[in-house]
DNA sequence: GGTCACGCCGTGAGCGCTAACATTTCCTCG
DNA sequence: CGAGGAAATGTTAGCGCTCACGGCGTGACC
């Protein structure tokens, strides 16, 4: 929308008076159509400059052309994990001439499925959710079902929909094992859990080593998002001398359960082990460094993206380009003392 | 774009028909417009849900409708202030119906006037600029100076056009003159200062008050942006004994500094104190707890879409809704030991 | 009973662009 | 040198919607 006035922006039209050539040798142009002449074509740009016209992308849109432009759903585009996440989509977007539109979704709010599709900026348009909520992953769901070809998510929880063509996500779960089988090797007899609301995979491979290692997992301790939310969350499990390691849902719960540590005078690592996910940037420099899992959020957003056009324009699948989530060792885990 | 199959979208034509009004008592409908009877209104609700009609976005703006949405431009959404602030329009834009386009871009690259009106959907489309470094607050200008009416920038550090009505911005330069005069008032000497790249107003705020104290202000040390940067950055000024303040460009490179500090075998803030700035959740959390300054990005990012809406449809301009920039003395700052 | 007003609804045009087809131009070759 | 054909350009229609009108019916009032 134009603010107050300004003259009517120039269109093709315009530009192919000034030319003189017709609309549609203009709009051949733009779209870098092989059938036209080098001195045409040149003429037509000059006067593009001149104008300063741009194409009008409603316009394109309507009337048929490829549209290319993506719709990213989500919660909480400030969750370090999201917006990497969207970062990847964004990045990989760009560079295939593709605009992207964000809608962020309220995490406690249940949508229908209209109020979803009217995020859409029409029917049948390409969308991409990054799901780590229930909310996000009804919504991807519906609109899966609602639209199979067009869309695509990133990071689902779920695990029946693990190998789906049309969900990209990052194997949490089986390095949520390895981390906490790292910890029994290390001598612990047994691992807590502390869980960000709604992710099934990070909890699934942690009870699926502690039931290999024939050990009886206890319940999990549910948290917010928030350090602060983790912090008051785990406070009873600090505070508890038989608690020797503690797996955290994210980087930001073992900030919560390092400081709830450091509150109660208990010595990391010496008397209890912490592990985070994601591996935040501070996560190196943290004082102690952070044991913790990197996870390409990154590269998965841009392989949605891939997969996602691939899916639209009929391509090849792309071949997954992500690092895989890998431990990552650091200060915060160790033996336990005795 | 629709992908691969799928049968015509349904459009106002569909729902008419099936309702047997004129498409225009539909487009009535959909936009809430008074002059229709009541039974018809239900009729053509009706026949929306059962087709599952949803308006297409792009022939609403080609046809000169509201069009309702914003472009956001700017370079990293993954920096905390970057993503708050976005945050703060996104709610903001969301409640008013607008819908919110993200455009990225390179902070290492010149962007020519033409690249960047190219990211609008549009010839005079809205937008918001958040602008922390040079490329953003070049984009800001060059995009003020095309459409003057419809953009609004945020957190523009450029001193001169602090005033502008266009531009929504925090008073860091203040706080920053705030943060120094608490450490001189504590009994530091000299305060140093770590910056992050481009930002004018916290480096004059401090330079400022250590002139008002008659100090000469030594080089500001700078740094990049990560808080690898801050930690190799800060590894000369940490190890200098004659150093017990520093004030960092944000709370990365404190936490950078802490980092590097901790090495060095420095005690904070026994023999160094550290402030930070904007408030990251986990500073609070952090051991120690991070002296920083709370500065209201997702207050200004709300705000600067008001503004601009104010703009666009000529409404008051709101008055401004955010908290003040604000310090936060926590546990990295005290006096110097002796 | 005619006029006017008003509430409700329909018709036509056109936003800026692209797809499909029609037409012209110009070169090639027998 | 004229036919044939490809290359280059023009013409027309229409995407889905909104805007500006115009028309029709009902009721009020003189």
New binding site residues.
Partial sequence: MSAAAGP?????????KRA?????????V??D?????????A?VKDAIAELG??????????????LKSVTVLTTDTSLYGTAETLRGIEDAARAAGFSVLVSVMDPDQAYSEADLLGRLP??GAAAIVIAHDETTVRAMRALHERQPGATVATCGEHQEDRDADWLISLDDRTVAARATRYLLDMGHRQVHYLAIPGTAGRRTGWSDALAAAGITAPAAVESGWSVAAAAEAATALVADPAVTAILCGNDDLAFGVLHAAHRAGRAVPGDLSVIGFDDYPLAAYHVPPLTTVDLDFRGVGRGAFERLRAMLEGGPDPRPSWRSPELIVRETSGPPRQ
Same sequence: chains 1, 2.
């Fill in positions: 009517r922006p120039v269109s093709i039209f315009d530009v192919a003189g050539v017709s609309h549609q040798t203009v709009s051949r733009i779209n159509a092989p059938q036209v002449a080098a001195a045409t074509r003429k016209y741009r194409p009008n992308r409603s316009a394109r849109a309507l009337a048929g052309g490829a029409h029917d």
